[in-house]
């Protein structure tokens, strides 16, 4: 792969096709957030951080560590504390 993977920066989530991408609201694809959390130019939920990385938690099984390897939630929770301050939307 050429290009740098791109990653959600509300969510995490890797941005891998063009349906990953949430849209502006000109309709345009969103450069730093996902459909999920992004739509028409604007955050889909108004939530904290702490919000998201519950909810994303629920999802906890389909994390992959480099071995390919599933996190417990716990796991995926501690690792979201360290990782979402880093992203766009949470960082201050």
Avoid at 57 to 83: I, P
Wanted: glycine share 8%; proline share 2%.
């Amino acid at each position: 792969m050429n290009e740098e993977m791109k990653f959600c920066q509300s969510c995490g989530m890797p941005m891998q096709t063009a349906g990953d991408f949430g849209t502006e609201a000109d309709g345009g694809a969103s450069v730093d957030y996902c459909v999920y959390c992004y739509k028409n130019g604007a955050f889909t939920e108004a939530c904290t951080m702490e919000e998201m990385i519950r909810h994303c938690a629920e999802f906890h099984e389909e994390f992959r560590d480099e071995n390919g390897k599933s996190y417990t939630r716990e796991e995926a929770v501690r690792l979201m504390r360290e990782y979402f301050p880093t992203l766009k939307r949470w960082s201050k």
